[in-house]
């Protein structure tokens, strides 16, 4: 049995040697283990368990869906950004689906462009009041295009075909038209699996807003896309 002299003797050293250390104590790696150990612990003795303090004595534990938190914070986000823009009045623009026509001859029908809802365009993003997330796909208005002139391009043809298919839907004279538009998949499995627009890196949300960039934060790009609308 350790003489309590001694015990007392060894206990003043040790103090003694850790308040010399100073900063470097503090960082050091076992120091904030041990640390991380006491306040579990500690946690549990007071009845509190790990979900509730957020601790883990230290230890990595295995997170079944690393998505979920990021979930619940994304769907914050999108319930703020949609705040935000019917607190500025910010102008939406009109959904489109195209609906292709019918039948040959004289009794078909064209293609045209049915009214599927509004949203705000964000960039690569639309959001809806609803907070639903869309990858932006293309846009068109809604007018009837002048006679063509000759030696017009493919793709200029197309576009006068979608101005013409969005004029017959029913959507007003110059309406701004968004179509082939995909809707964003916003669950925990799918931010996990980042193969959609969105992603995860380090538990936070990130956008391919760029084919050859790197992804950003989602809100800080939503910021920036906010604040662009300030300037018009």
Do not use: C
Request: glycine share 10%.
């Amino acid at each position: 049995m350790i003489p309590p002299q001694l015990l007392l003797h060894t206990t003043e050293v040790t103090r003694t040697a850790v308040m010399r250390r100073g900063t470097q104590q503090f960082a050091s790696p076992h120091w904030r283990l041990g640390a991380e150990q006491w306040r579990w612990g500690r946690s549990l003795a007071l009845g509190e368990t790990a979900s509730q303090t957020g601790q883990t004595g230290g230890m990595d534990q295995p997170d079944e869906n690393p998505g979920a938190g990021a979930a619940a914070v994304l769907a914050a986000l999108l319930q703020r950004t949609v705040a935000d823009l019917e607190a500025r009045g910010t102008h939406d623009e009109a959904l489109g689906t195209v609906k292709a026509g019918r039948g040959l001859g004289p009794i078909s029908t064209s293609t045209k462009m049915v009214n599927a809802g509004r949203a705000w365009r964000l960039g690569v993003l639309l959001i809806d009041r609803d907070a639903r997330l869309y990858e932006t796909g293309s846009v068109t208005r809604a007018i009837v295009p002048l006679r063509a002139v000759t030696n017009r391009s493919a793709e200029a043809e197309a576009r006068r075909d979608d101005r013409r298919a969005a004029a017959r839907g029913k959507f007003p004279e110059g309406e701004v038209v968004n179509f082939d538009y995909s809707p964003v998949d916003l669950s925990a499995v799918a931010l996990a699996g980042g193969s959609g627009i969105l992603s995860l890196q380090d538990g936070i949300v990130m956008v391919r807003w760029h084919a050859t960039d790197p992804p950003r934060r989602l809100d800080i790009y939503l910021a920036d896309r906010l604040g662009l609308l300030d300037e018009f």
